[in-house]
DNA sequence: TCGCTTATTTAGAATTATTCCAAGTATTGA
DNA sequence: TCAATACTTGGAATAATTCTAAATAAGCGA
């Protein structure tokens, strides 16, 4: 953990895959390199299309798989914010995503704290893993999709 | 607003509907009747299935069009969890929602506070006109189909 | 109250998003 | 190196949501 950004990306992916009995293989790497190397919120659609640049056998049910694994062994988060779907982020810093209903973009926005547990009344014997935090609104009066609206 | 409580379901959604331009049809009541007499976190399929027991005739596409009106006017709000199916919530006092994700149930949990925007980043032209808090974990020990996980 | 304008409803088709499947392939541990 | 099994593949299947065009109904003003 204190060390992991000692390692290469591969080796950083492919230990952290162990660590939930995931295996690394040729597709996840692609697939997690195609999400740092482009830190926006690509749909399974769009990373595929990505993927297909340096590998393009890959299906598009090994980019859903991919997706799940990277997601599994925290990699990667998954973004639900509507109706529509699902998109990917590799930040990992704690961040909450502020979603344009105008526009339909995603921004990571910085906490500044890290969102707290105690905050919330949850029964003792339910165990909180991770939070998850959307704000919805509107953004820049420059945007140039919201302009028009 | 501080008066809102005084006025039947009826009028207060007509109301609510009218300040966003939006008409007061017996669909739209129906489906709103339906969220707040059953306090859980149907989907629109589900919606559909149980506004069709006092309204047989309506249509699917007017479930959606109905809560897409419900949620603009702020009465019901739609909650995404997952890559699956968007679910609706009629509480509409400060509280977010817990998603296990061993059984897939989503619980109502209060918020001790209510959001606070000043916690977070935003840059100074976006306005922010909700949150979602969204936590993920496992729920209780006591849960049937987390039992067999 | 009547009529007009326009939003809403409807059924069904179309589209989009995701999951499933069965056969072949690759990874891991012994 | 070998066996066990997780993973990948393409395509079909399913699920979720949106679109469409014609019929209907709200709400406003006279």
Known sequence: MATDHLLGSGEF???RLAEKGLRFTSQRKHVYEVLISQRDHPTAEEVFMRTKQSKPEIS????YNSLDALVKCKVVRQVNVDRGAAMYCSNMNAHA????DDCGKVFDVNLKDSPRVPEVDVPSD???????????????DKCEECVQN
């Open 126 to 140: 339910f165990e909180v893993r991770s939070i998850d935090i959307a704000l919805h609104g509107r953004c820049s």
């Open 13 to 15: 992916l492919s230990k």
């Open 97 to 100: 995503h502020f979603c344009c």
């Open 60 to 63: 598009m049910a090994t980019v």
